[in-house]
Each structure stands twice: as C-alpha cells, then as structure tokens.
C-alpha cells in the first residue's frame, strides 16, 4: 500500500510555531525584540527547577528548551521547527507530526493533542489573545499605496508588507483585534494572483469578530457601518467615518450580531453590490431588525465600497442619520 504522500514544504509555509504553540496553551513572555520563554511544555521535560527554560523565535520559526534534562532525554537535540515541536508533543514521528498539521490543515483546525486510545475531537478555538506582534511592516509598500490607503490610515491601521519568516511572507498583513482591542490575528493579503487571496492562521474562527469593532466602540457612537472587508473599512474609515466595522466576508454570524446588538442601536449595511452581497444584505437585515434599527446603503451593480472615492462614500452616507431613538429591546 502506497504511504500518503506529505507535502513538507508546503504545510511549514502555512503553519506557524505562534499557531501551534498558542494551541498547546504554552503561556509565554517577551524577553526581547523576537524571543520568548516560559515553562517547558515538552513530555520529555522533567526538571522541576528550570521554569524559563523553553524559548521561541516566532520570525524565525523555530525553538528550543535549555534544559539538561530535557536535551538529554531528546539525544542531545536542543530546540526544532514546528514539525519537531509537534512530534515532540505528540511522541511521534516527523511524518506523523507533518501528517497531523496536514489533517489540521485539511480539516480548517488547529491540531489537537490525542492519546492513543482517544479518538480525535474537533478542536474550536476562542482566538485567543497572541503573545507576539510582527516586526518590521512595511507600511509605504506600492500594493498599499495601490489600493488607496495613505501612509497615515496603513500606520493607523498596522497594515504593510511583511517579509519575515512564517506562512504571512511575502504579503500584506492586516492585524485584527477582537472587541476589547486585544490583537489576535493576522491576516495575509497576497499582492498578486497567489492563492489564497487571503490567508489567515489555522483555527482563527473570523464569526467570532467583527473587524476594527474596537476602534467604532471607542468612537462612542451607537450608529455602525457595517462592510464586508478589511479595505472596504480602510477607505470608509479614509473618508471620515470612524464608527466603521467588517465582517470578513458576506456573512453575518450569531455572535456578530449579538455584538452588535450589545454595542449599536442602529446599523446601517454597506455591502457590496454583487449576489453574494445582495443576499448578505437581505439576511443581516432580517437578523438584525428586531432589535436594531437598519438601513441600506444602495451601491451601483458590482460596485464595493474600496472602489468609491471619499467624495462618494460621504455623498452616500450623508442621508443617514446619526441620533436615533433606541428601539425596543
């Protein structure tokens, strides 16, 4: 029987050791610009007096533990990429660990750790806070200047191009907070026709958000735009309108609701003029109206907010009022 074949290169592209380590609840603190240390999580980790022994350089990918004990009962290996974390974690074999990040990856997850006689149960994730932000970004990049953005809103925004290592090299990344303002992911904009256009970290559940959902809150109004994605906010955003938020594709969630619902007393809907977002406009205004007020922004066929001038985004938004009753709850 043929074994699986395991695409090495192209699974450490896409998994991160933040992905990984921030799976295994390994608690970590900065120690300086790209290294972190805590307690060891390895199994093959026995010393009870080395407590900050465990470093990892999320930039470079890799990481090690200091400890005598654990180096001896790992031959002499200090430290590895993802793949020698996982196998380590897992006690299994590099193949194993490749295959069990590729199953992760297949399957939309971050990899969970199993016994022998445990069948595996999926894993669903809470985006949880990240313990490290990039470094580096370029934020002058001609892609960010091509789709509009000033120096200004990408610096605001910590939107540029990045170029160190892990599966956000070579695109534009886009940091993203939950609703308390804690960063939790970063997304991956390619700057050409590489696939995917978009690449965020195995197991981010982007329906638990919405985007720049912080920044509308501290504006302090209780009347949301709401679009469907990052540059879409950038350019509203561009045109004056802080109280502006995305829900990282066409559909609305329960949970996005429901913050909404928690935060806004009238939404108005700004999606984009195609049939995915036709439909998107037609559910959200359904799951919306009982409890809030809604109002539809009417854009031109095929048309999406990133496309428009600020001239134009002000001209449409100008009809709207700001201050209006709350609606019975």
């Known amino acids: 029987m043929r074994a699986k074949w395991v695409d090495f290169k192209s699974i450490k592209g896409k998994v991160c050791m933040e992905t990984v380590v921030s799976h295994y609840d390994v608690r970590l603190r900065r120690v300086g610009a790209d290294e972190f240390r805590g307690k060891c999580p390895l199994p093959t980790h026995s010393s009870t007096n080395s407590n900050d022994s465990f470093s990892v350089s999320f930039t ?24 020698d974390f996982v196998a380590e974690m897992e006690r299994c074999s590099i193949r194993e660990a490749a295959l069990h990040l590729q199953r992760s990856l297949a ?17 669903t994730p809470e985006n949880r ?47 993203i907070h939950n609703e308390h303002g804690e960063l939790v992911a970063y997304s991956g904009r390619a700057i050409d026709q590489t696939e995917p256009k978009y690449r965020l970290p195995a197991g981010f559940r982007k329906s638990h958000l919405l985007f720049n959902l912080h920044r509308a809150i501290r504006k302090g109004e209780r009347t949301l735009i709401l679009v469907e994605g990052f540059f879409d906010t950038f350019q509203i955003h561009q045109a004056g309108h802080r109280n502006v938020a995305a829900l990282m594709g066409s559909k609305l969630s329960k ?35 009982s409890n ?38």
Not at 258 to 264: E, N, P, R, S, W
């Open 255 to 289: 949970r996005q609701a429901d913050l909404i619902g928690t935060y806004f007393d009238q939404v108005i809907l700004m999606l984009d003029a195609d049939e995915a977002g036709k439909a998107a406009t037609t559910a959200a205004t359904t799951a919306l109206s």
């Open 292 to 329: 809030l007020v809604v109002q539809i922004v009417e854009l031109a066929s095929a048309t999406q907010p990133d496309q428009l001038a600020s001239e134009e985004i002000n001209q449409l938004l100008g009809g709207f009022a700001r201050d209006v009753p709350t609606p019975d709850r």
């Open 60 to 83: 470079r990918n890799v990481w090690s533990c200091q400890s005598a004990s654990c180096i001896a009962a790992r031959s002499g290996r200090v430290g590895g990429n993802v793949f």
């Open 129 to 175: 806070p990240l313990s490290f932000i990039l470094r580096n970004i370029d934020h002058q990049h001609p892609y960010v200047a091509s789709r509009g953005l000033s120096e200004h809103t990408a610096r605001y925004f910590g939107v540029g191009y990045y170029d160190g290592n892990g599966f956000l090299h070579g695109r534009v990344v886009i940091p």
């Open 107 to 123: 399957e939309n997850q971050s990899p969970r750790a199993t016994s022998r006689n445990e069948e595996p149960v999926p894993y």
